[in-house]
């Protein structure tokens, strides 16, 4: 078992894998995936808990103060710790086990921002779900507090290969990723890394990022997998829409090349099908995010998703408090953005 883990996969070999035929591809990553994974998945809600207004220039990005004009994305301020948790605990009575918090900021700054999001690492760890946040770029003193508050994992993107990374982002380099990269792991927080496909990238650059991320040692124990979401007003918005297909060719390539990560099928999947989803969970896929919003845009609806899990006879990660999913809310007296209202619509209706 531990002879599938290596961190010295090849940018050629990786190529090859992402180039053989699908079913192939498919049935090696699903093997994988078995010696090292069971049959559930983690349900992860999102929250954008200070959007917009980030000097960043990635080119995906709604939240980028570039294309603001553009894109109607205004910059708002940092949300309270009250009404953070508020969304946690919702998001946990719906089935959660993770929550994920987004700030669209270069860097952290020491200071009572900062102060405020150690705050609310601590709130959700206290509600029993795992935390996880993606502030930008980070010095080491700020992971170790963030590592003190309890935080378990931080996310932050290599995105795509190094060759094609200067296409995508004029304002840092793929080096300060790696950087900041270093700073979390070295303060014992797991790394959630993944990337972005269809940006214009080629096949070579998937096999690029995918060899970084293998190359790390450990590897990340967490691999978002994003399809590009084409938003209005970035210059990626006429980008044609991923092929299903690839974002299961590179879902599979993860799961073979970091065997014990957990590999969350990320953004894009509003505009799969059911079967294309099966496609992605089939290849390894053992995570989705849950509710219907992901930091800016649209995600898929809620009892949908717990739908299609139990039609699939795949089984939700639980809390250690309870073994299964908790019941459909009864009532429709939801926040208008909690994640279970549109079950309760549809439970209601
Ligand atoms: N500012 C932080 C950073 O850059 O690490 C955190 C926020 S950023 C929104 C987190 C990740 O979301 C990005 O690295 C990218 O992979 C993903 N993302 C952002 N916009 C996206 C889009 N339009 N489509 C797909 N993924 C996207
Ligand atoms: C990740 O890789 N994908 C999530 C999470 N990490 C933070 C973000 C997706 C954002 C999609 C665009 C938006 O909603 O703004
Ligand atoms: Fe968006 Fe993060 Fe880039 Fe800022 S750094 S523009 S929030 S992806």
């Known amino acids: 078992m531990n002879a599938d883990i290596r961190h010295d996969w090849t940018v050629a070999e990786i190529e090859t894998l992402l180039a053989s035929p699908l079913l192939d591809l498919m049935q090696r990553a699903q093997a994988v995936h078995r010696r090292h994974h069971d049959d559930t998945i983690q349900l992860a809600s999102l929250l954008s808990v200070k959007t917009g207004g980030c000097p960043e220039d990635c080119a995906y990005c709604p939240q980028s103060a570039h294309y603001a004009k553009k894109t109607g994305v205004s910059?708002?301020?940092?949300?309270?710790?009250?009404?953070?948790?508020?969304?946690?605990?919702?998001?946990r009575d719906a089935g959660a086990t993770r929550f994920c918090m987004g700030a669209a900021w270069r860097e952290v700054r020491d200071g009572a921002e900062f102060d405020r999001v150690v705050d609310m690492v601590r709130g959700i760890g206290e509600l029993g779900m795992e935390s996880c946040v993606t502030l930008g770029m980070l010095a080491p003193h700020q992971a170790r507090r963030l590592a003190d508050a309890g935080l378990k994992a931080y996310n932050h993107n290599l995105d795509t290969?190094?060759?094609?990374?200067?296409?995508?982002?004029?304002?840092?380099?793929?080096?300060?990723?790696?950087?900041t990269l270093a700073a979390v792991r070295d303060a014992g927080i797991d790394i959630c890394c993944?990337?972005?496909?269809?940006?214009?990238?080629?096949?070579?650059?998937?096999?690029?990022?995918l060899r970084q991320l293998a190359a790390m040692e450990p590897h990340p124990e967490s691999v978002p997998i994003n399809a590009l979401v084409a938003v209005e007003?970035?210059?990626?918005?006429?980008?044609?829409?991923?092929?299903?297909?690839?974002?299961?060719?590179?879902?599979?390539?993860?799961?073979?090349?970091?065997?014990?990560?957990?590999?969350?099928?990320?953004?894009?999947?509003?505009?799969l099908s059911r079967e294309a989803q099966a496609m992605c969970f089939m290849a390894g896929a053992n995570s989705i995010f849950y509710g219907e919003k992901l930091l800016t845009t649209a995600n898929n609806e809620a009892a949908a998703d717990r739908k299609l899990i139990a039609d699939l006879g795949l089984k939700v990660q639980a809390l250690h408090q309870h073994e299964t999913l908790p019941p459909l809310p009864a009532s429709l007296d939801l926040p208008a953005d909690c994640p279970r209202r549109g079950e309760a619509r549809a439970a209601a209706e």
Not at 75 to 91: F, H, P, W
Not at 246 to 271: N, Q, T, W, Y
């Open 233 to 271: 007003g970035t210059p990626l918005a006429g980008r044609p829409k991923v092929d299903p297909f690839d974002l299961v060719r590179m879902i599979a390539a993860a799961r073979i090349v970091m065997p014990a990560s957990r590999v969350r099928l990320s953004a894009g999947r509003e505009s």
């Open 194 to 209: 993944g990337g972005i496909i269809g940006m214009g990238e080629g096949a070579r650059d998937r096999a690029s990022l």
């Open 161 to 179: 290969g190094p060759e094609f990374y200067g296409d995508i982002v004029s304002t840092r380099v793929y080096e300060q990723r790696l950087e």
């Open 75 to 91: 910059k708002e301020a940092l949300m309270q710790v009250e009404d953070v948790l508020t969304r946690a605990r919702a998001a």
